[in-house]
């Protein structure tokens, strides 16, 4: 009894406060939340993080159908000098691989886009490859934590039946496998990244 009066308690609080978190989202009010944004500095920002220009179109759309102009303006012009910092700083290029953006060909000037992959690629490979090394080791250590599970099961055989003992062995025979071509693929990815 105890117990299900503290739930309810609980839940009661759990839910005033849900229901106080929406109240406080439906008083937003789209005309105050567009104004008061220094659309300029957001557009910096946002260039800075490797975004194109049709990112914040959205925006700019709710802004002006509640009514704000100018948002588009000041955010283009804080766009178009991130850009041309994105685009020309080697740093920039180096943190936005390091933070796993995608670069898209042409996002940055001709003029400049040799010079930023240059300096974004070997960081965005070296990543992709960490990545997908972390990804394989995962699932070798998931796959060899299920045939040691196996493996003690197989060795509980005062407990089994014959048949139960086959499915075991196919199973165990199946993971096997699995680690195998794991240890391949990791393999491999070792030695692509050694040529290249």
Partial sequence: MVKTHAFRR???????????????????????????TDWHKT????????????YA???FTRCEAAGVRGTQQAWQSGWQQGHQEFCSSPAR???FAR?????????????????????YQPVAEQRAHEQTMRQLQQRLDSRQNARNNVVRELA??????????????AEKRIIDNDIRNIERQMQMQLLNRVIR
């Avoid at 989202?25 to 939340?33: L, S, Y």
């Fill in 43 to 54: 557009g910096l920002n946002e260039a800075l993080k490797g975004r194109g220009s049709q």
């Fill in 156 to 169: 509980r055989s005062d407990r089994q039946t014959a048949d139960h003992q086959r499915r075991l062995l």
């Fill in 10 to 36: 609980v839940a009661a609080t759990g839910g005033a406060v849900l229901l106080l978190t929406l109240a406080g989202c439906a008083t937003v009010d789209p005309v105050q939340q567009c104004s008061v």
């Fill in 99 to 119: 933070q796993g953006g995608r670069y898209t060909l042409g996002h940055c000037p001709a003029a400049a886009e040799a010079e930023f992959l240059r300096h």
């Fill in 93 to 95: 290029a180096v943190e």
């Fill in 57 to 59: 179109q959205d925006r």
